[in-house]
């Protein structure tokens, strides 16, 4: 990209982003961003000064002026042809109008769309960037939905409601200049004209309260409804296995299915109110001019009916502006959304006491040092989250260059927690953790982390080797052949296709890419429980051995009691404390 394209897009996202903080700033409440009706004026003020505002705003006048002087002309010219003359000059003036009309309006709707794509492409970008950054404890906190809605479903729903609400933006100055005109032909008329749209306004004001309550109700549906649909896919064979089980999920979905529909019913009846109620209060104002205003006096018949057309031109932005209410209530709840969630990504990697050397840290350590000597824990202990609260405690350990060590323990005794806390996955809660004998921080930094590479027992195959150089694709291709797993995958291993695979399969796979990256430590969680007996011999009796001897360090969570004698050393887990087991 060029500094001139850099410019650009840099201009354009803060005009986007000054955009959406207009939307934020006219908003009641919710997500904690109170803002009163003078300082949102205020706001607007400061905000309509700067050059880029200044410029679309006076766009958007350029547009409604000219849409209000068709409305004009049209009036003007119907008058002298009811006279008999006809002006060339007025028709070309007219199509003048509309054309500039048309530019201009086309232009400021596509400007600020542009503007504000731009700045939310950036802010998602930024978000996800801060997410990677996360500690798996925050991520397990937040939550897969979460995630999917701060980083995506919140941002397509802003994205649909851009164009409307910029629309109604126009509509709302084409009805400013329209009342003038309205009010030039008639005090009267332009009173009734103030008093439908500040019956929609009240209205709205009223009912966006409500509305917004009934949108946060039908999005926890929404979510919930999603998690209930996941399940169709994720327990497709516990399903086919048992009606019951099935009959169970239909009646969850089809409750939640109901819940979400009234939600959005709601929302729509307060829209449907809305916009019903500001359509016929304008047939009402239409109708007053007609039937009232010979009454009242002081218009001819032909002023009548100019009133009347000027009239009847306001119906179409009235109706516009109010549809546009729900756009906005809809983009507020969604940008209130988003701005919550990366509130709480960055609350969350503030916490985290060494940010910025862990930062540093990654763009520094290219590659990352990776001497290892020993590491060691001592007195430590990491205590899970949650209800069932769950601590590992007084873990002394140490781990030497070259050794093979099992960590065995009964189901739920904390040896997958143990091995987050070792990789620094999780930060302890107490306890020193070191490495050579220096101690690591409480969040150990990413050089840490790059220590080791692992095949987890809840492992995660992505669909590309994402950060292999060449020589660790070729060490990932002569594993994937030693494992025997090589012939199952493509011609080209930049595209892994492993969906097809079966558990062992797969595991065979992530395992050729941890030894690929050549990391002193590997970290494996019952690597071997999904391997045939040959190969399971080939894991204990062969690899392992040939891996220590080249200077491999390997921690293994391990329930293969025929192969325990094959390890260095072995420590047992008992209810979250270490009990020294049987040396080899
Ligand atoms: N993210 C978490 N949040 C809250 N509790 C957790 C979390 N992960 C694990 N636990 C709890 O911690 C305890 C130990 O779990 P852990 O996975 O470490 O055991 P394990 O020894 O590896 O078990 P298994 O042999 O069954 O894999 C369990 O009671 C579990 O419910």
Redesign the pocket.
């Known amino acids: 990209m060029s500094a001139m394209d850099d410019d650009a897009s840099l201009h354009s996202t803060r005009l986007g982003e000054r955009l959406l903080r207009l939307i934020m700033s006219h908003s009641r409440e919710g997500h904690g961003r109170e803002k009163s009706g003078s300082r949102v004026l205020a706001y607007l003020w400061r905000l309509s000064g700067r050059e880029t505002i200044g410029r679309l705003l006076f766009v958007a006048i350029l547009a409604a002026l000219c849409g209000t002087g068709v409305l004009f002309l049209l009036n003007a010219e119907a008058k002298e042809t009811g006279n008999g003359s006809y002006s060339t000059l007025s028709a070309i003036l007219f199509l003048a109008l509309l054309v500039v009309y048309r530019t201009s309006q086309n232009s400021m709707i596509r400007n600020a769309a542009s503007a504000i794509e731009t700045a939310l492409e950036r802010k998602r970008k930024k978000v996800v960037g801060d997410v990677l950054q996360l500690s798996l404890r925050d991520i397990?906190a937040i939550g897969g939905l979460s995630l999917r809605d701060g980083i995506s479903a919140h941002y397509g729903s802003l994205s649909q409601t851009v164009v409307p609400i910029i629309a109604g933006v126009e509509s709302l100055l084409l009805l400013v200049f329209m009342f003038g005109y309205v009010l030039s032909l008639s005090v009267f008329a332009g009173v009734l004209t103030l008093i439908v749209v500040g019956l929609s306004v009240v209205g709205y004001v009223n009912r966006s309260k409500l509305m917004e309550a009934e949108m946060i109700a039908a999005s926890a549906a929404d979510a919930r409804f999603r998690g209930l649909t996941d399940a169709i896919a994720g327990g497709v064979k516990e399903l086919q296995l048992s009606v019951r089980r099935r009959l169970g999920l239909e009646a969850a979905i089809r409750e939640t299915s109901v819940a979400l529909a009234n939600g959005r019913t709601s929302t729509a009846a307060h829209i449907a109110a809305l916009i019903s109620t500001a359509t016929t209060i304008s047939y009402m104002m239409a109708g007053a001019v007609v039937f009232l205003m010979p009454l009242v006096g002081g218009a001819g018949d032909s002023d009548i009916s100019r009133i009347v057309i000027g009239v009847i031109f306001l119906l179409g932005p009235i109706g516009s502006v109010v549809q546009t209410s729900q756009q906005f209530a809809t983009a507020q709840y969604a940008l209130g959304a988003i701005n919550a969630f990366e509130a709480d990504v960055a609350a969350r990697r503030a916490e985290r006491t060494n940010v910025s050397a862990d930062q540093s840290e990654l763009q520094a350590a290219d590659p990352p040092s990776r001497a290892f000597d020993t590491i060691s824990m001592t007195g430590l202990s990491y205590v899970?989250?949650?209800t069932?609260?769950?601590a590992i405690e007084d873990i002394d350990l140490t781990l030497s260059k070259g050794e093979i060590v099992f960590l065995t323990?009964?189901?739920?005794?904390?040896?997958?927690?143990?091995l987050r806390v070792l990789t620094g996955l999780y930060p302890r809660a107490n306890g020193v953790l070191s490495l050579n004998g220096e101690a690591v921080p409480t969040f150990p930094p990413q050089d840490y982390r790059e220590l080791f590479s692992a095949v987890f027992?809840d492992f995660y195959l992505f669909d590309r080797p994402f950060g292999l150089d060449d020589e660790e694709m070729s060490r990932f291709a002569e594993w994937l052949v030693k494992l025997g797993i090589r012939d199952k995958l493509g011609d080209d291993l930049e595209q892994l296709a492993t969906e097809q695979l079966s558990t062992g399969q797969r595991k065979r796979v992530a395992l050729a890419l941890a030894l690929a990256e050549a990391r002193p430590i590997l970290v494996l969680?019952?690597w071997a429980a999904d391997q045939d007996p040959e190969t399971r011999q080939r894991f204990y009796e062969e690899i392992l051995p040939a891996l220590r001897d080249e200077g491999l360090t390997i921690f293994a969570?391990t329930h293969d009691e025929q192969y325990f004698h094959r390890c260095d050393r072995r420590i047992h887990?008992v209810e979250?404390r270490l009990v020294q087991g049987d040396r080899k």
């Open positions: 397990e899970h989250a949650g069932q609260s769950f323990g009964g189901n739920g005794s904390g040896k997958t927690t143990l027992a969680d019952e969570i887990m979250g």
